[in-house]
């Protein structure tokens, strides 16, 4: 029976009938799917992470032992614990343990810091919050002290050591070992991820084991991932294409190989690539910018890699175009979003669509329309607003009615916020954005978010937040300020204010790169900020 988790929008039921009945979803669950894995390649190497090396049945026994300790918490299915580690193959146990249980990951990327934490928490009324003692100099260990005592519904906190494992960790696994059966559905809602920011708070995606399964298949599929697959994960592991797109889910889907390194710069990847022979990688474009502006590209043994996949920002046709000559690598655009639907182009696509589409959907499940402002589809080749529905979608984010009136058609289409050009062959390129979001280099930030944190200085009267172009992050953010009164001017410098919001708990990669004290803000007609002619002006 599936479970029902109070503020998750369910499929149509016909919409369900019809997906399992066209095999776009599987009775299988992503604990299942690990399994299954196993199962065929034992002794294969599933991860390696720092000096730990973990088989297929290595990674599968100590996802069991985890599982028996976690519920020996006392968790259950249809609880929620909120998983805030960075990247280790702790957190990749984590997820499949609590999976095994029926436990629902609140997973959040490392970066983030007590003001989201918080909130993921009390949305989700977590009973256990899974860190590490702490990270870039925050102490994690006594933020999770101090929040256990603020909610009675949050009971434990597990601790492990600053880079994984720990006595906690340990201690987890010593309560014995699961026997694994399926102690929930597939169509149980599987994480609640934080979605790229537009709105005040952050808000949760709930993906079910189903949603997760198909992205997954889809995106082996198209990129030709197989049992051969050494793929490198850099890119923080609790992000979507870092878990499904194809991520070490697709990976362990096919009984693939994950290297994790803590990030993508080129003096930690390029060693784990020699010393590994990894032969797949998926950057953001500044991280791909940087691989190939390295001077460090001489130093190591490269020539495992054959495919880097690239996604989470736009990548500039010249940027696009010098991979292949210099890299020596196929390059694979992806366009993707966390609630849902991932195109990327298919490996035999000529050079030119390679660098200049993004892709195109794996299925015609994938339902994509591209709409004027009256709601009315475009031609091919005009821009619009991609609206879409299918497989992965998810028809509404958790606990949000009102966000959902909104993001999501009354008829189940997400709409992205973003505008894009569709060529007659379904090839489409992302062209510009009608959200309110910055796109930092691959990370999203929500300008309100930033503004109502800006409202709570006492120095400031309004605040309006934009993404300023540049060249290697692609966006940069920047902040009007308008002061209470000219004595607070001096409150408002860069430094000043970037550590007020750090105090208030705001994740590092939110702060403002730019801050420009003004008097008053441009205005559209009918009164609101006019966000265009303020970047027009910058
Ligand atoms: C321009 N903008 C892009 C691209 C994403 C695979 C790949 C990416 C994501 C992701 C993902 C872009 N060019 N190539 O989850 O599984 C912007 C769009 C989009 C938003 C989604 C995956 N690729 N974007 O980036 O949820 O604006 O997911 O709507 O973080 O990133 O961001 P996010």
């Given at each position: 029976q599936p479970l029902t988790l109070d503020g998750v929008v369910p499929y149509p039921s016909k919409t369900v009938a019809e997906y399992l009945a066209k095999g776009y979803w599987h009775d299988q669950t992503l604990p299942e799917l690990l399994f299954a894995t196993a199962e065929l390649y034992p002794d294969k190497l599933a991860v390696i992470d720092r000096d730990t090396r973990l088989s297929y049945r290595q990674l599968t026994d100590e996802v069991l032992r985890l599982a028996a300790g976690l519920q020996d918490l006392g968790l259950g299915r249809g609880d929620r614990v909120v998983v805030h580690l960075p990247n280790t193959y702790e957190y990749i146990a984590f997820l499949f343990a609590l999976w095994e249980i029926g436990v629902i990951p609140v997973v959040a990327p490392i970066a983030h810091r007590r003001a989201e934490i918080e909130h993921f928490i009390e949305i989700a009324e977590a009973r256990t919050y899974i860190t590490v003692a702490s990270d870039s100099g925050t102490d994690l260990a006594a933020l999770a002290a101090d929040l256990k005592g603020r909610w009675a519904h949050l009971e434990h906190a597990v601790i492990l050591d600053r880079r994984g494992g720990g006595a906690e960790y340990d201690a987890?696994?010593?309560?014995?070992?699961?026997?694994?059966?399926?102690?929930?559905?597939?169509?149980?809602?599987?994480?609640?991820?934080?979605?790229?920011?537009?709105?005040?708070?952050?808000?949760?995606?709930?993906?079910?084991?189903?949603?997760?399964?198909?992205?997954?298949?889809?995106?082996?599929?198209?990129?030709?991932?197989?049992?051969?697959?050494?793929?490198?994960?850099?890119?923080?592991?609790?992000?979507?294409?870092?878990?499904?797109?194809?991520?070490?889910?697709?990976?362990?889907?096919?009984?693939?190989?994950?290297?994790?390194?803590?990030?993508?710069?080129?003096?930690?990847?390029?060693?784990?690539?020699?010393?590994?022979?990894?032969?797949?990688?998926?950057?953001?474009?500044?991280?791909?910018?940087?691989?190939?502006?390295?001077?460090?590209?001489?130093?190591?043994?490269?020539?495992?890699?054959?495919?880097?996949?690239?996604?989470?920002a736009k990548l500039s046709e010249e940027v696009a175009r010098r991979v292949e000559p210099e890299l020596s690598l196929e390059l694979s655009q992806s366009f993707g979003m966390g609630e849902g639907l991932v195109v990327s182009n298919p490996p035999d696509i000529d050079r030119e669509t390679s660098v200049r589409y993004q892709g195109r959907p794996a299925s015609e499940a994938d339902e994509i329309r591209v709409i004027d402002d009256e709601g009315n589809d475009v031609p091919p080749g005009a821009p619009g607003h991609l609206l879409t529905r299918g497989p992965s979608v998810i028809r509404g984010y958790y606990r949000n009615p009102e966000q959902n009136a909104l993001?999501?058609?009354?008829?189940?289409?997400?709409?992205?916020?973003?505008?894009?050009?569709?060529?007659?062959?379904?090839?489409?390129?992302?062209?510009?954005?009608?959200?309110?979001?910055?796109?930092?280099?691959?990370?999203?930030?929500?300008?309100?978010?930033?503004?109502?944190?800006?409202?709570?200085?006492?120095?400031?009267?309004?605040?309006?937040?934009?993404?300023?172009?540049?060249?290697?992050?692609?966006?940069?953010?920047?902040?009007?300020?308008?002061?209470?009164?000219?004595?607070?001017?001096?409150?408002?410098?860069?430094?000043?204010?970037?550590?007020?919001?750090?105090?208030?708990?705001?994740?590092?990669?939110?702060?403002?790169?730019?801050?420009?004290?003004?008097?008053?803000?441009?205005?559209?007609?009918?009164?609101?900020?006019?966000?265009?002619?303020?970047?027009?002006?910058?």
């Open positions: 987890l696994l010593s309560k014995g070992s699961l026997e694994h059966v399926r102690r929930c559905s597939p169509q149980d809602v599987a994480l609640l991820q934080m979605s790229g920011g537009t709105t005040g708070v952050p808000k949760l995606m709930p993906h079910t084991h189903h949603t997760y399964g198909y992205a997954l298949r889809r995106s082996v599929g198209e990129r030709g991932i197989t049992e051969r697959t050494v793929h490198l994960l850099v890119m923080p592991i609790c992000h979507s294409i870092s878990t499904r797109s194809p991520g070490f889910l697709g990976a362990f889907s096919v009984g693939a190989t994950i290297v994790i390194a803590p990030n993508g710069s080129p003096d930690v990847a390029f060693p784990l690539i020699e010393k590994h022979r990894a032969n797949r990688v998926t950057l953001v474009p500044p991280i791909l910018l940087a691989w190939l502006n390295s001077s460090l590209r001489d130093a190591y043994d490269l020539s495992s890699m054959q495919v880097v996949m690239c996604g989470g993001a999501f058609t009354s008829d189940g289409f997400y709409r992205t916020g973003d505008i894009v050009e569709r060529d007659e062959r379904g090839f489409i390129r992302v062209v510009g954005r009608s959200k309110d979001q910055i796109n930092r280099g691959g990370e999203k930030i929500a300008p309100e978010e930033l503004e109502n944190a800006f409202l709570a200085h006492g120095g400031v009267h309004n605040a309006s937040v934009i993404g300023v172009d540049d060249e290697v992050l692609g966006e940069r953010i920047k902040a009007y300020l308008i002061p209470r009164s000219p004595e607070h001017v001096a409150d408002l410098t860069l430094s000043k204010l970037r550590q007020f919001l750090q105090e208030r708990g705001l994740a590092t990669f939110k702060l403002p790169d730019f801050v420009e004290v003004v008097d008053e803000f441009p205005y559209t007609a009918v009164g609101k900020v006019s966000k265009r002619l303020q970047r027009e002006r910058k």
